[in-house]
């Protein structure tokens, strides 16, 4: 499969191998792929027998049972359908720091491309959404190849804009996005808290599974500064020039409390919250936790 290799590069695709995004439940769909549906079809794993009925297709006709009781009986199976992922990239300027590596948004595009990388390889459906205050652009949930090409163009040309507002857009795009599907929203999450709340608990109770990566740079996350700095506002004009030691305990403490609650807010509907660092591999990150939702997933059935 041909691939951009800004996003995805040959090592980032080397270390997807053997990696599966699953639905936690039955999906409902019509695409054939690996997740189990809610219908019943024809298609690859065995359910039961049921009795011919005139206008059955006699391709599926059972003739040993034939052979033993000499009726006529149709094996019914589960069909296998598709999983649709929606991703929610977060394009705002805030998503254009970078410390000593490469941007928030350049990392989010990365997982974004990942994903719709490992999506495709199941052929499943993924789609894209970008925001800031607004939808700057979206792409619906399909499958194949050159949808892939599609979701790669449009990550190579995003740049960072506009400020981050949750408050309208989540509930709009709860309600809109077409059929219960796997939400992944990826964020820095810098706007009010109870905007990111309020939109966490509108998509779930709108019946879609939500994942949240949030993305910060490792110098958000711990605040390594030690001499005079000056701080600049990246959506607004704010200017601080500070000692950063003597902000060190309260502003860590902050993050601390801005995370605790986003989690448990996550919890409390059944989605999952990963805290992601920009110093670690995209790849690896992504490993991870899909590992760690697969085993879950495995105790659930235990």
């Known amino acids: 499969m041909a691939t951009s290799r800004k996003y995805l590069d040959p090592e980032t695709i080397a270390r997807l191998h053997g990696l599966e995004l699953r639905a936690r439940g039955v999906v409902a769909g019509f695409i054939s792929g690996m997740h189990r549906s809610a219908y019943r079809g024809y298609s690859v794993e065995f359910a039961e027998h049921r009795q011919y009925a005139p206008g059955d297709d006699i391709r599926h006709l059972d003739w040993r049972i034939f ?16 999983l649709r992922c929606n991703v929610l990239l977060d394009i705002s300027r805030s998503m254009g720091f970078a410390g000593r590596g490469r941007s928030k948004l350049e990392y989010g595009c990365t997982l974004t491309a990942c994903l719709a990388y490992l999506l495709t390889q199941q052929h499943d459906a ?4 970008t925001f800031d205050a607004a939808v700057r652009a979206r792409l619906p949930c399909r499958t194949g190849r050159a949808h892939l090409a599609d979701v790669l163009h449009t990550l190579e040309g995003l740049a960072p804009s506009g400020q981050t507002d949750v408050k309208v857009l989540f509930h709009r795009l709860a309600e809109e996005l077409q059929h219960r599907s796997t939400v992944v929203l990826i964020s820095d999450l810098l706007t009010d808290i109870e905007d990111v709340v309020s939109g966490i608990g509108h998509i779930c109770l709108a019946g879609h599974e939500l994942i949240v990566l949030h993305v ?24 601080l020039l500070t000692d950063p030691q003597s902000l060190r305990r309260n502003y860590l403490a902050a993050v601390e409390r801005f995370v605790t609650r ?15 660092n920009t110093a670690d591999a995209p790849a690896v990150v992504l490993g991870g936790y899909l590992g760690a939702r697969t085993q879950r997933a495995i105790r659930g059935r235990a």
Do not use: M
């Open 67 to 82: 052979g033993r009781a000499d009726k006529f009986f149709i094996k019914q199976f589960e069909e296998e359908t598709n």
């Open 126 to 129: 993924a789609g894209l959404v």
């Open 216 to 239: 910060l740079d490792d110098a958000e996350w711990n605040f390594p500064y030690s001499e005079n700095i000056l701080f600049e506002g990246i959506e607004d004009d704010l200017r």
């Open 262 to 276: 986003v989690r448990a807010t996550c919890l409390r509907h059944g989605a999952d919250y990963v805290a992601v």
